[in-house]
């Protein structure tokens, strides 16, 4: 009887300090997964007022807890951007998205990083994934677009501006670029019609004025140009 007592309270003993064990993990795990959201959230808070170091700092303290959390790494590639640290961004991001992260909050940080390093071929030979948020892959577009036009690569613009507005004719993206085109191409009549167009859809956007402005100052209209600058 002694024996069988010493042996339930034995195990009584074991079960209770394997209970303690179990909910001392999770609950180190909780707290874990608490302090890399209370770490992110201060990031979030320094990246808005453009406190990008100190952003910086908050994310990888977030990370070093949750090398996972995938927005912290997004937000970290942007906050390098900011910083100009372009070949961190990329650094970060590509092994980010290579390890099998969603592509959807990562590849437009990652091409403004390839073009803040001006390695536009790198950005045009990204493959654009599927099923990206309409979004992301209009702006992911846009950026492919404006920079072919910069590397005169027309094959890739075309492509590119076939895909905007397949998406959407009247976007503000496909405009600007639109314009663009045409004014390297001195067609002022097309471009007359893209601005007005753009002034009628988006007449409180910057790059509207920024459009009517570059139009302007082309055709010699300085007074004008300097008008729609202001």
Not at 94 to 115: E, M, W
Not at 122 to 133: G, H
Not at 187 to 211: C, D, F, H
């Amino acid at each position: 009887m002694r024996i069988h007592y010493k042996f339930r309270q034995t195990k009584r003993y074991y079960l209770s300090g394997l209970l303690f064990c179990l909910t001392f993990t999770m609950s180190m795990s909780s707290y874990a997964e608490q302090s890399a959201g209370a770490y992110y959230e201060d990031a979030i808070k320094n990246f808005n007022a453009e406190r990008y170091d100190d952003s910086i700092i908050q994310l990888k303290n977030a990370l070093q807890i949750n090398p996972e959390l995938l927005p912290a790494l997004a937000l970290l590639g942007q906050a390098y951007i900011k910083t100009g640290n372009p070949a961190a961004a990329e650094s970060t991001l590509t092994d980010t998205i290579a390890s099998g992260a969603d592509p959807s909050l990562l590849i437009v940080p990652l091409a403004k990083a390839y073009i803040s390093q001006m390695k536009y071929d790198r950005l045009l030979s990204l493959s654009v994934p599927e099923n990206l948020p309409k979004n992301v892959l209009m702006e992911l577009l846009a950026i492919r677009a404006d920079s072919a036009l910069v590397v005169h690569n027309d094959k890739a613009f075309t492509q590119a501006m076939q895909a905007l507005k397949a998406k959407d004719p009247d976007s503000l993206e496909y405009l600007k670029l639109d314009a663009a085109q045409k004014m390297k191409l001195g067609e002022y009549a097309k471009i007359e019609q893209i601005v007005t167009r753009m002034q009628n859809l988006y007449p409180g956007k910057e790059s509207t004025w920024m459009t009517d402005a570059s139009f302007k100052q082309l055709k010699g209209d300085l007074t004008g140009a300097i008008n729609s600058y202001e």
